[in-house]
């Protein structure tokens, strides 16, 4: 990955890395309202030789430095720490005060640093002050001799108490700052890694690099809030992007769009469906006349969506128990005709792979300008694959983030292998942030070839065109 990468999978990703700070900077703000706060008091002693210990006062203190390194492990022993509780009047034992209490010497001095904890700043400064001056009533008695000489060593209490002004810990500013960088770090390299990971398709460039295919659009999901089944692009975002579709077909080869079209996918649930019947309604608004078929004979959606009347279908037309002109219905506008699927036949890929579908096609394609063909995705039935053949070209859809390379390269390869004209992609579920930088492909020099949308075709006498002449 280089640094674009990086800087894509963070603008991909932006929510979950801004979720990430704001989780680690709410775990900091818990941690610090539950830690309970602490005091931190010291003590500081001068550890000195008395004068008789005689000799050069260099070496008086070298061995005062010697000595005061095993000052510091007395100062938590219970013959010092007992004096402290007795004296305080303390509810703990030495063990437990030990652990609260902690001593240390700086480095070439002889002082000894004690420090003492405490929920109270107050009590954390007399226990501090007491176990100095208990460590320096110890000493003297470690230290005497048995005359009446003075110790050989003497530990004197240096400089003035006063509690502590402000806890030790929880420390707020600390542990934000934590938890901002605790939060920054694991969304930024969460991100990395699940865009490292991420094998799915999610902009016309990705399908651009691993399909090699042109996206001729790039649809958003419908605004499911001012849906209608009829009205299937009154969201203007989603109108401007079918538009957009449109106009590209019209210029996707040098000889026009085809008369038929197939929209497929790889998998189920990548927007196949909706987007045939938004693209048979979009043309049709410009005047077109359009026939949209529900070949998708294992999983039909369109009759339930549109609320189409119950009745023959494609199956029934194909097998021969019902006339064209029966199964056709007409939406609302009368530019387009929906034939449904009808019943579930008991094998679909028979049907729609025989000589009466392709005849069936033809005969659409004879009287409307377009014929719109939903199909069952690629991968899951061999029913796409044979439509593909039958059509004149193919629309392949990809839903954005979660169609895979892998699938998608498998479903093209179906489509490859039956010699199917792959005329480019159609992004669906799309968002506006990870489009900023697309643009609809060049239009080539030469035009579509359709026919006016008042040529009446007078001479095709095929039944099925009179069928669809009928429903106008």
């Known amino acids: 990955m280089d640094f674009r990468d990086y800087l894509d999978a963070l603008r991909r990703r932006w929510r979950f890395v801004t979720v990430c700070v704001l989780l680690g900077l709410a775990t900091a703000a818990l941690m610090t309202a539950l830690i309970p706060r602490t005091y931190t008091a010291t003590a500081q002693l001068f550890i000195a030789t008395s004068d008789k210990t005689g000799g050069d006062a260099y070496q008086g203190g070298l061995f005062t430095q010697q000595r005061v390194k095993s000052y510091t492990r007395i100062v938590t022993s219970p013959a010092v720490l007992t004096g402290v509780i007795s004296d305080l009047n303390l509810r703990t034992t030495p063990g437990d005060l030990a652990g609260r209490i902690s001593a240390q010497a700086p480095l070439d001095t002889t002082l000894v640093d004690i420090r003492v904890t405490d929920g109270s700043a107050t009590r954390a400064q007399a226990i501090a002050d007491e176990t100095a001056r208990q460590f320096s009533k110890y000493i003297d008695t470690v230290e005497g001799t048995s005359t009446d000489s003075p110790p050989l060593v003497k530990a004197s209490v240096v400089g003035g108490s006063q509690p502590p002004s402000s806890p030790t810990s929880p420390r707020p500013e600390l542990n934000m700052a934590i938890g901002l960088l605790a939060g920054i770090a694991v969304g930024v390299g969460g991100a990395v890694l699940r865009h490292a990971l991420d094998t799915s398709l999610r902009t016309p460039e990705d399908i651009r690099t691993h399909l090699g295919l042109t996206t001729l659009g790039a649809v958003p999901s419908p605004d499911r809030r001012r849906r209608r089944p009829s009205r299937p692009t009154d969201d203007g975002r989603r109108t401007e992007a079918l538009n957009q579709l449109r ?20 998998l189920p649930g990548e ?107 690629l991968l899951s039935f061999a029913d796409g694959a044979a439509l593909a053949s039958v059509t004149d070209g193919v629309l392949f859809v990809v839903r954005a983030g979660k169609t895979r390379r892998d699938d998608a390269r498998r479903a093209l390869d179906t489509l490859e292998a039956v010699r199917a004209r792959v005329l480019g992609a159609v992004l669906t579920g799309t968002h506006d942030e990870g489009l900023a930088d697309w643009q609809p492909p060049a239009e080539p020099q030469r035009p579509m070839d359709l026919r006016s949308p008042g040529d009446d075709h007078a001479n095709d006498a095929e039944p099925t065109a009179a069928a669809v002449r009928h429903h106008e």
């Open 271 to 377: 927007g196949r469906t909706r987007t045939a019947l938004d693209l048979a309604v979009s043309v049709a608004r410009t005047g077109r006349r359009v026939v949209l078929l529900e070949a998708d004979l294992r999983r039909p959606r369109l009759t339930a969506e549109l609320g189409l009347r119950a009745g023959p279908g494609l199956a029934d037309v194909i097998e021969g128990r019902a006339a064209l002109h029966d199964a056709l219905q007409t939406l609302p506008g009368g530019r387009v005709l929906v034939l449904p699927s009808g019943p579930v036949p008991a094998d679909p890929s028979r049907l729609v792979s025989g000589p009466v579908m392709t005849q069936l096609v033809r005969a659409l394609e004879a009287d409307a300008d377009l014929v719109v063909v939903d199909s069952p995705p």
């Open 247 to 266: 106009t590209q077909l019209r210029f996707s080869t040098e000889g026009g769009i085809p008369d038929s079209l197939l929209i497929t996918s790889a």
